[in-house]
């Protein structure tokens, strides 16, 4: 059985026994014994720099981690994945989001085709389009210019455009209006719309099935809405709204021209598609030229992973200490602390991509797993955390490791804000690490009664990501970062990273439900006792 394979290998067993051994060692002693620890457990790459001096592994721990990166086929993995192999099994299809950022010229050939070349197309013409839009060319129905973008979609066609538009937010038009609708509850819609103008409005459907039930819902009341802000004439959605899609049949069906269609592919998964033409709100936002560095931001980690060797290469030390900590520590979650407020959506963002991905319950060919596979994901900008979860990760019971993310320069200096931000994520990583003992305790001073309640164990894990500013070339790097080490982990687990089967069942049920809440006639119910008691409660008080 694949399960046996991967807890059967050396390595595996090797990494059991060095756990035991390790596992009492405080950070404190590992930091006593090696002064150039803090300098030496470092990496720079890809304009990144990365301290991972605050992990509880020893130099044989990252040797074993490594061994078991090299015995579970790491390096033919990443190559597979580079050349364009069918590595998502489950769907039969390649895994090339590293093409959407691969520079003109270059070549990724998939059924005798250069994806490359296909994905310059379709930057260039998002750039016209933007372009067009931008300079106010391109007018509304009623010979208006657009001030206001909304993108309609949800997941990964929602999660990432959000995200680098909150990102990048200082690189933005704006003078412009950006919204995002993805709920299917209809308050989204409303609030994301209340105080626009139909008339200055465009509409991006963002969908690469364009059948998602929560995009088309919303698709069509901002039709409904577009039309009755406009006149009601059908020709005005040609001029509000566009999409992003795969499917062009029913782009077309909805009514959108497909000459304003932009064109993705089946081999980009949904959570990897931020750089696609999912992105074009982020382009509308930023412009052709600013997301060309985010995609070139891309590209340097899409370098540094695929060529760097495994000790020193960025991701894949990231995914091989989450296996360290989920495998062989237990650790259920990992925290994900930007001390960057631009940054706010990063751990929703991360979730997506990090539990879609890695979620799974079987290996590749099927075998139920009896290890762990992904962390929770999950995290907020410092320093507000501090005021609330962190107590947690200081003096609960559970082990939290945690990716702190800092940047050397503020993009906006206020007084003296920045130092202070910067100060207190240091602090954070220092008071985790090291924690404070009875006896320095007792030395401040403090009641005895109290000494237990104000110690701190510390010996608590994190790296410290650090990058010069938040740009949108480093915000490239840094999705491309965490891309690369989810695909690490489930490389070591010898999962499908690229399917989320996991997303289909509740999504049926949920189609059965709508006619037996909606239909006039008291339904025949067959669910459990629970949901047709739930429903014909919801029936019986919906209005
Ligand atoms: C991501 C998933 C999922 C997907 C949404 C939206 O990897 O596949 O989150 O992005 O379900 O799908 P559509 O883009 O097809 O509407």
Redesign the pocket.
């Known amino acids: 059985m694949a399960e046996a394979s991967l807890t059967g290998r050396p390595a595996w067993k090797a990494l059991e026994a060095h756990y035991a051994k390790l596992k009492g060692l405080h950070l404190r002693e590992l930091f006593a014994q090696d002064a150039g620890r803090g300098e030496r457990l470092t990496l720079e790459a890809a304009g990144l720099f990365l301290d991972y001096s605050k992990n509880r592994v020893t130099d044989e721990t990252l040797k074993l981690l490594v061994g078991l990166a090299e015995e579970c086929g790491l390096k033919a993995k990443i190559d597979a994945m580079f050349r364009g192999d069918r590595i998502n099994v489950t769907e039969n299809r390649a895994v090339l989001h590293t093409a959407l950022r691969a520079p003109k010229g270059a070549k990724v050939m998939l059924d005798g085709v250069n994806v490359v070349d296909e994905v310059h197309a379709v930057l260039g013409k998002m750039a016209t389009f933007c372009a067009k839009v931008r300079s106010g060319e391109w007018k509304g129905h009623t010979g208006r210019p657009i001030r206001n973008v909304v993108n309609v ?7 990432g455009p959000v995200m680098a538009y909150e990102a990048l937010r200082e690189y933005s038009r704006r003078e412009m209006t950006f919204r995002f609708v993805s709920n299917v509850d209809g308050i989204d819609f409303v609030e994301a719309t209340r105080d626009l103008d139909p008339a200055e409005t465009l509409f991006i459907i ?7 039930l ?2 088309m819902t919303n698709a069509e009341s901002a039709r409904e809405w577009a039309l009755k802000g406009l006149g009601g004439d059908k020709k005005a959605v040609a001029r509000h709204f566009v999409a992003v ?2 499917n062009a049949e029913k782009v077309s069906e909805f009514g959108i021209d497909t000459a304003n269609m932009f064109g993705f592919w089946d081999w980009v ?5 931020m750089d696609s033409a ?1 992105g074009l709100s982020t382009m509308l936002a930023i412009g052709p030229e600013k997301f060309g560095e985010m995609l070139a931001g891309f590209h340097e980690m899409d370098e540094h992973f695929r060529t760097a060797p495994p000790a020193s290469n960025m991701p894949v030390l990231m995914g091989l200490l989450s296996v360290w900590y989920g495998n062989f520590f237990g650790a259920a979650t990992t925290a994900v602390l930007p001390y960057e407020q631009y940054l706010k959506r990063f751990p929703a963002y991360l979730q ?1 991509l990090t539990m ?2 890695n979620g799974k319950h079987v290996t590749l060919d099927g075998a139920e797993i009896a290890y762990q596979t992904s962390a929770i994901y999950w995290g907020e900008p410092g320093t507000n955390g501090q005021h609330s979860f962190y107590q947690l990760i200081h003096q609960g019971t559970k082990l939290i490791p945690c990716d702190f993310v800092m940047f050397n320069k503020a993009l906006t200096p206020l007084g003296r804000h920045h130092d202070i931000l910067i100060a207190n994520v240091l602090a954070q990583a220092e008071a985790l690490a090291f924690g404070k003992t009875a006896d320095e305790v007792r030395k401040e001073g403090t009641k005895e009664a109290l000494v237990a309640h104000r110690v701190f164990h510390g010996n608590r894990p994190s790296n410290m990501i650090v990058a010069e500013k938040l740009d949108p070339r480093t915000l490239g790097r840094l999705v491309a970062l965490y891309e690369h080490s989810v695909f690490t982990q489930g490389a070591i687990w010898d999962i499908d990273s ?1 399917d ?1 089967w996991g ?1 289909e069942l509740g999504k049926a049920l949920a189609q059965r439900i709508i006619p037996e809440l909606e239909g006039a006639g008291e339904p025949r119910l067959g669910h459990d006792s629970s949901t047709n008691n739930l429903i014909r409660r919801y029936r019986g008080r919906r209005r």
């Open positions: 979609g949800i997941g990964g066609s929602d999660l963002s969908s690469k099935t364009f059948t998602t929560e995009t899609s795969t998964g949904g959570r990897y598609s999912i997506q879609e991905s690229f989320q997303v």
